[in-house]
């Protein structure tokens, strides 16, 4: 399948920092969106359905799945997570690139379905730091907090399978990273051809 425009997937152990990352991404970049994804978890804290995720019940979300309607989905730390085609055609049909705040699993389909679509890779400095993080961020409780960091010793060996790696030791280090990945990606022919159309017709290129 073709992607209209650029496709980034971010993905990251739990408490790497990758929705902090990608929230400064979108407040400097007006070209982006960001896709709500549906899940089976509770909201947290100041979540609100529609914002952060649609929350749905577990039949719900697995009626979904049996009418097509995710492109991708996965279980994470014991809940469903997927991407509705509905949320990728929602940016698309509004001319913006899109990222996809998923996990490795969900990152590894959007390859398969889009060859084009960039996957970028969010990894902690070190264990130790992910342990103070996911304990400071004081959202979980201790046994979630424990399930996330067992997770995440498997979660890092998927990084090699991802296109780009971004290690978020100083937060505006990484952010200036994943602002470079995402330019780069647009100054690719193909890319530029599409956001540039008035400039290649001008110098009759196809
Ligand atoms: P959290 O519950 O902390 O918001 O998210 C848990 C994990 O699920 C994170 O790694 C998050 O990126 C991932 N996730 C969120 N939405 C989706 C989705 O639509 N698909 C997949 N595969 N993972 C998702």
């Known amino acids: 399948m073709k992607h209209p425009g650029n496709l980034f997937v971010v993905a990251a152990p739990s408490g790497a920092g990758k929705s902090s990352l990608v929230k400064a991404l979108l407040e400097i970049d007006s070209h982006l969106a960001v896709s709500v994804s549906h899940t089976t978890r509770a909201p947290r804290g ?3 359905d529609g ?3 649609h929350f749905v019940s577990a039949e719900s979300f697995h009626a979904k799945v049996a009418a097509g309607d995710f492109l991708e989905w ?3 730390h014991g809940h469903w997570y997927g ?4 949320a990728i055609e929602q940016t698309v049909a509004g001319g913006q690139d899109v990222v996809l705040e998923i996990d490795w699993q969900g990152a590894l389909q959007i390859k398969q379905l889009f060859a084009n679509a960039v996957l970028i ?7 130790d730091e992910l342990a103070q993080r996911l304990n400071r961020r004081g959202e979980d409780g201790a046994a979630v907090i424990a399930q996330r960091l067992a997770n995440a010793r498997h979660e890092v ?3 090699r399978n991802f296109d780009f790696v971004i290690v978020n030791a100083l937060f505006e280090s990484a952010v200036f990273d994943l602002k470079t990945i995402v330019h780069s990606q647009r100054l690719k022919y193909a890319a530029l051809r599409r956001s540039r159309p008035a400039v ?6 196809s």
């Open 200 to 205: 290649f017709d001008a110098l009759n290129l």
């Open 157 to 159: 060996e998927q990084a």
């Open 83 to 86: 991407t509705s085609c509905g």
């Open 121 to 127: 890779f969010i990894l902690p400095p070190s264990w």
């Open 46 to 48: 100041q979540e609100r």
């Open 51 to 53: 914002r952060e995720y």
């Open 74 to 76: 996965a279980e994470v």
